[in-house]
């Protein structure tokens, strides 16, 4: 299974990621910026940060000193508003078996599985916060976080021990 957000839904967060490292400094972003720190293609950066602005996540001010900036502290903002924002709610509308073979109209085998493993999710999602997010985004960036055990883009990237042996 293949669990990832949708382009808009990644450059959202992107966006939002930019925003909430740039908090403390109380500068707003020009697009420009975004655009540059987080490959947000150009063609959807003023689109997405409207979405985040529309959501209550960001502010804008036209003008030269202007941009966009968070509302509210990142450690105030859930990284479920910000997926939400651009991915729309996140709960399922239809039926986890999609077309199959559907034996009740309300209610299939997979429902309950399907909606506690939703609401898990979400509870996951709403527990961190975009300053958490932005945390561990800096530790990347300076090559001080650990990779995982099972990175999510398996055969990618090759540990140092397996390099070597490789050598």
Known sequence: MNMTLSKRGDYVVRSALCLARAYESGQYRKI?????????????ASQILGELVRAE????????????????PPEKITVLEVVEAGEGPLRSERC???????????VCPMHDTWSAATAALRDTLAQATLASLAARDEAIEAGTYPTPAEPHRS?????????ATQG
Do not use: H
């Not at 055969?155 to 390099?163: I, P």
């Open 32 to 44: 420009r910026e975004v655009v540059a720190e987080m490959a947000v293609p150009r063609t959807f």
């Open 57 to 72: 996540i960001a502010v804008s001010k036209a003008g030269r000193e202007g941009g966009y900036r968070l509302a509210l």
């Open 155 to 163: 055969g990618t990237r090759q540990s140092a021990a397996a390099t």
């Open 96 to 106: 986890a078996l999609g077309e199959g073979p559907c034996r009740w109209d309300l």
